[in-house]
């Protein structure tokens, strides 16, 4: 019997609309759909998403990807998860791997693509998403970068000393994952002169999406959504 195919789909920041056609159709024709999530007890962001576009007859497959430093447990998981995918591949199951923003920017889909990419029996595609800060960018009309400034992407939970020399040199910067690390994040764009001018967006694109652009008014113990993202350019005086 011939395998099936593996496809990673960035489902982008929030709205359902911002999906790309290519996406769309392969979710429409896919036989199960993989919706990942960091624990049991949570629903599947990715999955509400793009439900509107998934067939009623489409199998649904959860997957818990956990989020730990029990490295043990985290790579049981992993190996447990890629034992179930590749069982449904050889039964000739096409399978969609739903992931929010772009699959290849700090996805969840990165743990099984880096597990199958070499892989000389099963064919994996990877379809992009549009990456939440772009989303962002877009929503509250501030270009992310012009003429001859950088930008930087790094996420909040970099070692200090990796954040604070990456700031040093940007223009302007995407941070993610500021969920964890705000009071720090908050400091290091004091000092980099990158505070009057940052916006936090949570649940970009979502129903509840909260739009923050006074960020040094937080108070140092504010815990931003998971969904979090800072958009900062350095200060103009």
Do not use: C
Request: net charge negative; glycine share 6%; hydrophobic share 40%.
């Amino acid at each position: 019997m011939k395998t099936g195919k593996l496809f990673g789909i960035g489902v982008g920041p929030g709205d359902p609309g911002l999906l790309t056609v290519k996406a769309v159709e392969t979710i429409k024709n896919a036989d199960i759909i993989i919706t990942p999530k960091t624990e049991k007890k949570d629903g599947s962001v990715a999955y509400n998403i793009a439900r509107k576009y998934i067939p009623e007859n489409v199998e649904i497959l959860p997957m818990v990807f956990q989020m730990s430093n029990d490295m043990e447990a985290v790579n049981a998981q992993w190996k447990e998860n890629r034992k179930i995918i590749a069982q449904k591949l050889d039964e000739g199951k096409n399978l969609v791997f739903l992931t929010l923003g772009d699959p290849m920017l700090y996805s969840t889909y990165m743990y099984i693509f880096n597990e199958f990419r070499d892989s000389d029996k099963y064919s994996i595609e990877t379809i992009p998403g549009i990456p939440a800060f772009l989303g962002i960018a877009s929503y509250i009309n501030q270009p992310l970068t012009e003429w001859e400034e950088n930008v930087l992407i790094i996420p909040a939970t970099a070692s200090p000393e990796k954040f604070d020399a990456a700031l040093s040199a940007a223009d302007n910067a995407v941070i993610m994952k500021v969920y964890k690390n705000f009071a720090y994040v908050q400091e290091e764009l004091r000092k980099h002169h990158m505070m009057k001018r940052s916006v936090m967006v949570s649940r970009a694109g979502l129903p509840d999406e909260i739009i923050q652009r006074d960020l040094d008014s937080l108070p140092a113990d504010y815990k931003p959504n998971y969904l979090s993202t800072i958009i900062a350019k350095r200060d103009e005086d």
